[in-house]
């Protein structure tokens, strides 16, 4: 677009309104032609290794090839990822922070009662990720019996509430699962939170604990080889790599379904333009087979959603896993 150079035309008001309106649009679509000019950082607010950090390099990798940058990963764990989201929602931006979100995260309002930022009103959705399914597994030395869900309620209703089980930690997504699953099923079991998912595997496998929901990245490799037995997903469906394990709807619960997921997020007032693009460059990443075969190898799921849609589903989880909290006064303590 060409603008008037001389200082008559500049002080017609007409012209110096469309100089003004047209000036905002030049820079931001220059600026979106040059985006992405250097490497982009995600921060995974928890510990490398996790379900979250392998799930977002692996989709990180395949996106960097679309982008023609690198993807850098940032790890910032502690507090239920509420570390690393309050260092994304101070980013500027500009397109060169982005954020995974998964569902403590999501939650930790409910939990902690304040965070140093608004999942909603601090970010900008960009896309689902990857649905993350949740399993309920026992110890098969601890309870030789249990083959299914409605065996373990039967010995939980047996042994008095009294029977153990474990998770990650208090206000974990296997903790909020199984409250919810307990004030459905009229069953109570008693909680031993530990602080993170490996500690609790490696004493359920050792027996110190009989049961645990978990999510699946955390104990496929031990239903495999058969230290552990799973006994019923969360999900709505049955997942691919369990095919013959029921949900928890098919053993007496219609309707019931509990999937963890993340998604990538931006900072607030990053441009839509930006936005647009690395959500299609996630769709396109997550829509790879060998993506798809990498993440489900890990026991995630590729499950890409609009921004909008993420947007929908963040809302609608922080809603429903908000009364569980509020019900069962769960706390992060």
């Not at 595997?201 to 080889?225: E, K």
């Not at 963040?314 to 896993?321: I, L, N, V």
Request: no cysteine; glycine share 10%; net charge positive.
């Amino acid at each position: 677009m060409a603008f008037p150079s001389s200082s008559r035309s500049l002080r017609n008001p007409a012209r110096r309104a469309l100089i003004a309106l047209a000036l905002p649009l030049v820079a931001g679509a220059a600026f979106a032609q040059a985006w992405p000019s250097r490497p982009i950082t995600v921060i995974v607010p928890f510990p490398p290794g996790g379900p979250t950090d392998v799930a977002t390099r692996i989709v990180a990798q395949k996106m960097s090839q679309g982008l023609k940058q690198n993807i850098l990963i940032d790890n910032r764990s502690g507090a239920s990822g509420t570390i690393g989201a309050a260092v994304a929602a101070k980013a500027a931006p500009d397109g060169y922070t982005f954020m995974m979100l998964a569902t403590p995260t999501l939650l930790a309002a409910h939990l902690y009662g304040q965070t140093p930022y608004d999942i909603f009103k601090s970010f900008t959705p960009v896309g689902t990720v990857y649905d993350l399914p949740i399993v309920m597994v026992v110890n098969p030395k601890s309870l030789p019996e249990v083959t299914g869900l409605q065996g373990l309620i039967a010995k939980a209703k047996a042994e008095g509430g009294k029977l153990n089980y474990t998770t990650a930690g208090a206000g974990s997504f296997g903790h909020l699962t199984t409250e919810q699953l307990k004030n459905i099923g009229k069953f109570e079991v008693q909680h031993v939170p530990y602080r993170g998912s490996a500690p609790a595997v490696t004493d359920l496998i050792g027996g110190q604990v009989p049961a645990m929901f978990s999510d699946l990245v955390a104990v496929m490799p031990h239903i495999r080889s058969g230290t552990l037995r799973a006994i019923a997903v969360g999900s709505g469906k049955r997942v691919s790599l369990l095919p013959d394990v029921k949900t928890v709807a098919e053993q007496g619960f219609p309707g019931f379904d509990a999937t963890s997921w993340g998604g990538l997020l931006a900072p607030a007032g990053t441009p839509k333009d930006v936005v647009d693009r690395m959500s299609a460059e996630l769709k396109s990443a997550l829509a790879d087979k060998e993506v798809q075969d990498k993440l489900e190898s890990v026991g995630s799921f590729a499950a890409y959603r609009t921004p909008e849609q993420t947007g929908v589903r963040m809302r609608q989880d922080f809603e429903r896993w908000g009364k569980v909290i509020r019900d069962n006064n769960i706390t992060n303590q």
